[in-house]
């Protein structure tokens, strides 16, 4: 089964029906386009204008098809679904458009704009690690039952919400897409912000791979006292293959068939996950 088919069947679960852009379209009613303000829960921080301007273009030609889904908020209309759309059709010149009115609470609006803009891959990483957060946080709920709602695994829950752990300079660098998710998280096995941020520099000047920078960041992170037990070859190989099964930071220290292996957590949750995938066989 593809992400994208369990990513559709959790949006499903949101909704109690399915919103089907076949809807005759006299069984929707319009709004003045003046009466709706943005969702104050969007996940989507930056929108791509070139695409704005396109879809604008598209919509003075076809007119805006597919309605998008408000709840009322103080006698204006929130969006829940399409701030995009909404957008567009300011810069066509629309004065009104189609709208799905429905009743939501404030979580249950941040679950349906994190999925649907989540279905259309419309959020870069930090985006999507802050909307986990803020309905971890605001639901109190833990990453197990969030992955049940939206289709994904919780341990890329974990793993994306570890982004936010970065300094601001190299989470700004992760939103633009000039290091990459990979990239940021062979950089989150360094210690320190500092260490961090130089090897961004790094990576940016010498256009490193993944594998690159999660050597760096292993040297880094290796005490000087145990580089002596870095004998064997295979040691860099078996760190990988924890990193991997666990979701983060893994050294494996050994010298005459003596040693240990350190798995670092960095919140309760993420302790149970990896006891978890230790004690299961």
Same mark, same amino acid.
């Given at each position: 089964?593809?992400?994208?088919?369990?990513?559709?069947?959790?949006?499903d679960?949101?909704?109690?029906?399915?919103?089907?852009?076949? #809807?005759?379209?006299?069984?929707?009613?319009?709004?003045?386009?003046?009466?709706?303000?943005?969702?104050?829960f969007?996940?989507? /921080?930056?929108?791509?204008?070139?695409?704005?301007?396109? *879809?604008?273009?598209?919509?003075?030609?076809?007119?805006?098809?597919q309605?998008?889904?408000?709840?009322?908020?103080?006698?204006? @209309?929130?969006?829940?679904?399409?701030?995009?759309?909404?957008?567009?059709? /300011? %810069?066509?010149?629309?004065?009104?458009?189609?709208?799905?009115? !429905?009743? $939501?609470?404030?979580?249950?609006?941040?679950?349906? +704009?994190?999925?649907?803009?989540?279905?259309?891959?419309?959020?870069?990483?930090?985006? #999507? +690690?802050?909307? @986990? &957060?803020?309905?971890?946080?605001?639901?109190?709920?833990?990453? #197990?039952?969030?992955?049940?709602?939206?289709? /994904?695994?919780?341990?890329?829950?974990?793993?994306?919400?570890?982004? *936010?752990?970065?300094?601001e300079?190299? /989470?700004?660098?992760?939103?633009?897409?000039?290091?990459?998710?990979g990239?940021?998280k +062979?950089? *989150?096995?360094?210690?320190?912000? !500092?260490?961090?941020? #130089?090897l961004? !520099? &790094?990576?940016?000047?010498?256009? *490193?791979?993944?594998?690159?920078?999660? !050597?760096? +960041?292993?040297?880094?992170?290796?005490?000087?006292?145990? &580089?002596? $037990?870095? &004998? =064997?070859?295979?040691?860099?190989?078996?760190?990988?293959?924890?990193?991997?099964?666990?979701?983060?930071?893994?050294v494996?220290? @050994?010298?005459?068939?003596?040693?240990?292996? %350190?798995?670092?957590? $960095?919140?309760?949750?993420?302790?149970?996950?990896?006891? =978890?995938?230790?004690?299961?066989?």
């Amino acid at each position: 089964m593809t992400a994208k088919k369990v990513l559709g069947k959790g949006l499903d679960a949101l909704f109690s029906e399915r919103i089907e852009v076949e #809807e005759a379209a006299e069984k929707i009613p319009s709004i003045s386009i003046d009466d709706i303000i943005p969702n104050r829960f969007q996940p989507r /921080k930056i929108i791509d204008e070139d695409r704005i301007d396109e *879809l604008a273009s598209s919509i003075k030609e076809n007119g805006l098809i597919q309605p998008i889904v408000v709840r009322k908020m103080d006698g204006k @209309y929130e969006i829940i679904v399409g701030e995009r759309r909404v957008r567009a059709a /300011k %810069k066509a010149g629309l004065k009104e458009i189609p709208a799905l009115i !429905k009743e $939501y609470s404030d979580i249950r609006a941040l679950e349906i +704009a994190l999925i649907e803009n989540l279905q259309r891959e419309d959020l870069n990483p930090i985006e #999507e +690690a802050l909307a @986990y &957060k803020m309905i971890i946080e605001r639901e109190m709920i833990t990453q #197990e039952e969030l992955s049940k709602k939206i289709g /994904k695994s919780r341990s890329y829950i974990a793993n994306m919400m570890r982004l *936010l752990e970065l300094p601001e300079s190299v /989470k700004e660098h992760v939103s633009r897409g000039t290091i990459s998710v990979g990239q940021a998280k +062979a950089i *989150l096995a360094v210690s320190d912000h !500092k260490s961090q941020e #130089e090897l961004v !520099k &790094k990576i940016l000047a010498e256009q *490193l791979s993944v594998r690159e920078v999660e !050597k760096i +960041a292993r040297r880094k992170n290796v005490p000087r006292e145990t &580089k002596e $037990y870095r &004998k =064997d070859p295979h040691l860099d190989e078996i760190e990988d293959q924890l990193r991997t099964r666990f979701g983060t930071k893994v050294v494996v220290e @050994y010298r005459s068939g003596r040693g240990t292996i %350190k798995v670092e957590f $960095y919140s309760r949750e993420e302790f149970e996950r990896i006891l =978890d995938q230790m004690l299961s066989r």
